[in-house]
């Protein structure tokens, strides 16, 4: 079951990792492009993504970089998760970025590149288009 925790409404394209990202040390804060040499998505900007992954790890400072790579107008319109640590589901609402949880299901049938609308007030959140 999909769970709402930051309320929004955006249309994108998916940018979708099967790694879990930890903001403080695989991204960085000025460009949002994951800086971690080791991280599937490495080299790829978070710009202007619904980004799907399966949860945030590591210290929750990684909140500060969320609401960094928003600020600095890098961050993506929403995050998907199958889990929303505290460092993502602070961040995210420090940022106003959309953020749900979806099932572990629903999570193996998005795929990077599909385009879709996010929308928190629908009974259905994710509409793939």
Known sequence: MNKVL???KVNGTVLKSNDPINFLGTVDKK???ISDKNHSLFGK???GTILVF???I???VG???IYSIKSNDAAPLAMICKKADLTVATGCALANI???TISDKEFESIKTGM???LDTDSTNPIHYQ
């Open 63 to 65: 909140a500060y970089t």
């Open 31 to 33: 460009t949002g492009i």
């Open 98 to 100: 959309p953020l749900i």
């Open 6 to 8: 930051v309320a929004g």
């Open 115 to 117: 385009k879709i609308l």
């Open 58 to 60: 590591g210290s929750s």
């Open 54 to 56: 399966p949860s945030g």
């Open 45 to 47: 900007p978070l710009k």
